[in-house]
Nanobody
Framework: QVQLVESGGGLVQTGGSLRLSCAAS????????MCWLRHAPGKALEFVVG????????HYADAVKGRFTISRDIVKNTVYLQMNSLKPEDTAVYYC?????????????????WGQGTQVTVSS
């Protein structure tokens, strides 16, 4: 099992930045591909970005390419999501998720372990 705890969400103006953190514990963090997903009111769950076990492979949704950056710190057992140039349409609850395996997939289904989510609100 992997336990995940997100932090770093909040309220920011359009064009601003936030950095989300996801602290992992339990099952060996370094063996797991990780991702960020988001869920906005009235919309379907959306894959945002994923990173492989090694960090050498990443997949970004088109909507966030060039604005968001995922990274992972093996020593701290933490995954980060740096979000720049935020837009109102980025408003959502952001979830960190992990899977059993090191390969990254650009879909929510392979990710078995989820955090509780953190709210990101971008005001216009």
């Amino acid at each position: 099992q992997v336990q995940l705890v997100e932090s770093g969400g909040g309220l920011v103006q359009t064009g601003g930045s936030l950095r989300l953190s996801c602290a992992a514990s339990g099952r060996t963090f370094r063996d797991s591909a990780m991702c960020w997903l988001r869920h906005a009111p009235g919309k379907a769950l959306e894959f945002v970005v994923g990173i492989s076990r090694s960090g050498g492979s990443t997949h970004y949704a088109d909507a966030v390419k060039g604005r968001f950056t995922i990274s992972r710190d093996i020593v701290k057992n933490t995954v980060y999501l740096q979000m720049n140039s935020l837009k109102p349409e980025d408003t959502a609850v952001y979830y960190c998720a992990a899977r059993d395996g090191g390969v990254v997939y650009s879909s929510d289904r392979p990710y078995r372990y989820w955090g509780q989510g953190t709210q990101v609100t971008v005001s216009s």
